[in-house]
């Protein structure tokens, strides 16, 4: 098993950058793809971004083509989302999961973290 956790999440003006980290402890990351999905209230988790356990697959939202850069570092068993050019409607709570593929859906990861709040204010 592995135990994803996340941390970098703030509050950030539109335009402005973050950089959220996911650390996995128990078995190691790098045997996992890992992705990053998104949820404000009241809807459901939605993907944001996927990478393979050798990075050699990457995969973005439409919404966060351009902006966000997926990439992981395996032998410090961590999984990087950079957000750039932050809008308003990127607010929410971003998660990061473990899973056998990097696919875009919810149900394709099995470890999840409990989430890291971003807040980008207009």
């Known amino acids: 098993q592995v135990q994803p956790v996340e941390s970098g999440g703030g509050l950030v003006q539109a335009g402005g950058s973050l950089r959220l980290s996911c650390a996995a402890s128990g078995r190691t990351s790098s045997t996992y793809a890992m992705g990053w999905f998104q949820q404000v209230p009241g809807k459901e988790r939605s993907f944001v971004a996927a990478i393979s356990r050798s990075s050699d697959r990457i995969y973005y939202a439409e919404s966060v083509k351009g902006r966000f850069t997926i990439f992981r570092d395996n032998a410090q068993n961590t999984v990087y989302l950079q957000m750039n050019s932050l809008k308003p409607e990127d607010t929410g709570v971003y998660y990061c999961?473990?899973?056998?593929?990097?696919?875009?859906?919810?149900?394709?990861?099995?470890?999840w973290g409990q989430g890291t709040q971003v807040t980008v204010s207009s």
């Open positions: 999961a473990a899973g056998s593929y990097p696919r875009t859906t919810v149900t394709a990861y099995d470890y």
